[in-house]
């Protein structure tokens, strides 16, 4: 009788992770995973960095949030360099020529949708909205005239400290805007649990009243590596 009961409990026993191994594939409880990968906006390339993670709240359906990092979106910022290099032509008979930096971090959250393709690769869909905190920066280098203290320094010079002291360049704030995404991809798993990720990131950050420039639009690929449980 004993080695009855165990021949009939011991197939049960080794059914159980066998089962929950294949359902991380099909249809996980949740996920996490690091990608890396570029965005274009404005028709500049920047780098984007993401962690993402979600919990699955109905069959093939997740809750998801995401702490991402952009770069340089310094499209965001060349029309407010362009006027304040043209404004020193102008009123100072000072040449620079500018240049600059919009690294943006943001938070979002919103659902996730996996396809059932079986057991091979998992198609998903997404979409989200959440903040990004943009903090820009400027820098000017000196190309010719006279400067606000009277000296001429050599072509090249860094000038952005000067300038902002003699109140000719004025900071750039950081500031706060509402941000959506969606997009698309497929992961695929390589070994229990693992499984590697690749997709199409759309994202929407809002005007920049401090720049006083329109919402961006960024078109992206992002790549990486998960795990799922």
């Known amino acids: 009788m004993k080695h009855l009961l165990a021949a009939i409990a ?3 026993v080794c059914t159980v992770p066998a089962f929950a191994q294949e ?3 099909t249809d996980p409880r949740g996920y996490i995973t690091g990608l890396g990968g570029f965005s274009v906006a404005l028709g500049n390339s920047t780098g984007n ?3 993402e993670g979600g919990v699955r709240i109905a069959p093939h359906v997740m809750v998801f949030g995401t702490l991402g990092h952009y770069s340089n979106l310094k499209a965001d910022l060349q029309s407010t360099i362009d006027e304040t290099t043209a404004s020193l032509t102008q009123n100072q008979g000072l ?3 500018g240049s600059g930096s919009v690294p943006a ?3 979002i959250g919103g659902l996730r949708v996996e396809i059932p393709a079986g057991r091979h690769f998992a198609p998903y869909v997404l979409g ?3 903040i990004a ?3 820009p920066s400027a820098q ?3 190309a010719g005239g006279v400067m606000p203290d009277g000296t001429q320094p050599e072509v090249g010079t860094d000038v952005t400290s000067s300038l902002t002291s003699a109140s000719l360049v004025a900071d750039l704030p950081a500031s706060n805007e509402h941000m959506m995404t969606f997009g698309g991809g497929v992961q695929i798993p390589v070994a229990a649990h693992w499984a590697v990720d690749a997709g199409y990131r759309y994202g929407r950050i809002g005007s920049d009243a401090s720049l006083n420039t329109g919402a961006v639009n960024t078109n992206g690929m992002a790549f990486g590596f998960g795990y799922r449980f």
Request: net charge neutral; proline share 4%.
């Open 133 to 135: 905190r943009l903090d």
């Open 105 to 107: 971090t943001y938070g």
């Open 140 to 142: 000017f280098t000196y």
């Open 10 to 12: 011991l197939p049960a």
């Open 23 to 25: 359902r991380s594939l």
């Open 95 to 97: 040449d620079v020529t």
């Open 49 to 51: 960095t993401l962690l």
């Open 128 to 130: 989200g909205f959440g």
